[in-house]
């Protein structure tokens, strides 16, 4: 690799990084524009994500017995079954989850990077899609 290639590498990792990917309620700027400072942007940043990833995770799934059940009498409707539980799963469950996430940071006095809101937010669905495939609330 030539040096022009790691600082363009470089500079495209950090336009990523900069990224305002919550919007800002509040008007003190400080060194880091993206880092998220107060509880509802810290909540909000974390539950955004886990809704995204949880749709991103369901549609295909949906879509997917929509083909598949089209032509059953009673299974066509299952996806929507499917596309309800990527929607309420995270309203119910991410709403709480990532409260506490941002209830953790804020007591701490520590400010969130939108990355930060980024890997809670999808770790979330991962967990849930995690212990989906491996059945274990079928053994308890």
Same mark, same amino acid.
């Given at each position: 690799?030539?040096? *022009? ?5 470089a !500079?495209?990792?950090?336009q /990523?990084?900069?990224?305002n990917? @919550? &919007?800002?309620?509040? *008007? ?6 993206t ?8 909540w909000?940043? %974390?539950? =955004?994500?886990?809704a995204?990833s949880?749709? $991103?995770?369901h549609l &295909?799934a949906?879509l997917?017995a ?7 009498? /009673?299974?066509r409707?299952? &996806? /929507?079954? /499917?596309?309800l539980? *990527? %929607?309420?799963? &995270? %309203?119910?469950?991410? %709403?709480?989850?990532?409260?506490? $996430?941002?209830?953790?940071?804020k007591a701490? !006095? ?10 809670? !937010? @999808?770790?979330? +669905?991962?967990? $849930?899609l995690? $212990? +989906?495939?491996l059945? =274990?609330l079928a053994?308890l």
């Open positions: 690799m030539q040096d *022009g290639d790691y600082s363009s590498n !500079g495209f990792v950090q /990523i990084l900069s990224l990917l @919550v &919007p800002r309620q509040y *008007g003190d700027h400080t060194a880091n524009h880092a998220l400072t107060h509880f509802s942007e810290m909000y940043g %974390v539950f =955004l994500w886990a995204v949880s749709l $991103i995770f &295909p949906a997917l929509l083909f598949t059940l089209r032509q059953h009498k /009673i299974a409707f299952m &996806p /929507i079954g /499917i596309v539980m *990527g %929607v309420v799963g &995270p %309203v119910c469950g991410g %709403v709480l989850t990532s409260a506490a $996430i941002a209830g953790v940071y701490a !006095g520590k400010t969130m990077m939108s990355l930060e809101a980024f890997v809670f !937010g @999808v770790g979330q +669905s991962f967990c $849930i995690f $212990i +989906s495939f059945r =274990l053994t």
